[in-house]
């Protein structure tokens, strides 16, 4: 079998040949069909977020389960699943009966499955995934059954991109009918951020970015207005004018930059809350006094992977796509052959696509 492994930080994948351990108890091996490239890949693959080489970096996958462990009850060989980074909840830890299973207190721990042919160990990357691949071994608590008829490149989206931008709005932020929406950059997670938002009766949903061309495609998405950021002398005023003065009840920061968190915190609205999604390079640096929270009672907080509740929420984005309300069909820039992954990843890099899918199996 291929996999795409990355050997050093900043370079281009080396499409190869490896091995794949079987699945342990617990574990499921599946045959990858699609993996879409996310800008947490690239984030991972340039070393701005630090992990371990070599490794098989990917994780926005659909796939058919080909072989099960031991004691594997949740999937059965032949489904078509998604694969997803946060696993579901054990069900009974302290997290999980409270209602948040992606904080669940006994998540799946999962060692390499692929080796190269020198017998090295391929660490999975950006999640415990490894869907640059052909085939890949994941707990059987990251794999959602899907429809048969279920598309499995618009499936691969849901797993990543549109599962964070949906979770995000639904799990994470308590929105009412009404209440002001912003979000920081319109790429695969700013977009589904958008859509969820103007689902939920969000008014004014701002979408703020550097690019015309995506601030168009966020009007396409539910926007009811834009800013670009590079060309408005205010960025802050400019969302107060569209606030009445007062900024944005809901920011969401889908922008991986320190400096798009900041000024996403200021154009939030007293007692407003910012939520950050994109994640931030280690090597930037943000500060915040006292009296910015103090002063307007200002709310600053995170959202891993959606806040997601895996059986929950899968099968209510694919309803949702599936009734014409949720869009994944434009969502797509781009189809490529796995031999042409590292195209794939070059003009993902260029920010000119919102998601480029490597068809692998």
């Known amino acids: 079998m291929n996999a795409a492994v990355c050997y050093e930080f900043g370079k281009p994948l080396s499409l190869e040949e490896v091995d794949l351990d079987p699945p342990q108890a ?34 926005e996958t659909s796939g058919y389960v080909d072989e099960i462990g031991e004691g594997v009850t949740l999937v059965k060989p032949g489904d078509p699943v998604i694969l997803s980074t946060t696993p579901s909840g054990c069900g009974t830890c302290y997290h999980c009966t409270m209602g948040f299973p992606h904080l669940c ?40 059954v899907i429809p048969k008829d279920m598309p499995m490149d618009k499936a691969a989206l849901i797993s990543c991109g ?24 319109t790429g695969g997670v700013g977009l589904n951020a958008i859509q969820t938002a103007a689902l939920s009766g969000a008014y004014p949903v701002i979408a ?4 015309d061309k995506k601030l168009e495609l966020a009007k396409m998405f539910g926007a009811t207005h ?25 920011v969401f920061v889908t922008v991986g930059s320190a400096a798009a968190l900041k000024q996403g915190f200021t154009m939030s609205a007293p007692r407003g809350t910012t939520i950050l999604i994109g994640l931030v390079p280690v090597k930037e640096s943000i500060s915040f006094m006292a009296f910015d929270f103090l002063g307007g009672e200002r709310n600053l907080t995170g959202c891993g992977g959606g806040s997601t509740r895996l059986n929950l929420d ?10 014409g309300l949720l869009k994944l069909d434009e969502l797509i820039s781009g189809h490529y052959p796995f031999e042409q992954i590292n195209e794939a990843i070059e003009s993902t890099s260029k920010g000119n696509v919102i998601r480029n899918i490597v068809n692998i199996g």
């Open 26 to 59: 617990g574990e499921v091996k599946v045959r990858v069909v699609a993996t879409a490239v996310c800008h947490s890949d690239l984030h991972c693959i340039s070393g701005e977020i630090p992990g371990r080489i070599p490794g098989v970096p990917g994780h």
């Open 105 to 144: 207190d006994n998540k799946p721990f999962l060692l390499p499955h692929h080796r190269n042919k020198k017998g090295e160990l391929l660490a999975p990357m950006a999640g415990p995934v490894g869907g640059f691949a052909e085939y890949t071994v994941v707990s059987e608590r990251q794999c959602v």
């Open 162 to 185: 549109v599962l964070t931008g949906y979770g995000a709005v639904v799990n994470r932020a308590d929105i009412k009918t009404l209440d002001s929406v912003l979000v920081m950059g």
């Open 208 to 211: 703020v970015d550097i690019l």
């Open 226 to 250: 834009t800013v670009n950021a590079a060309k408005e002398e205010d960025p802050v005023k400019a969302i107060q004018n569209l606030t009445h003065g007062r900024g944005a009840d809901f």
């Open 314 to 323: 899968i099968p209510r984005i694919i309803e949702l796509y599936n009734d």
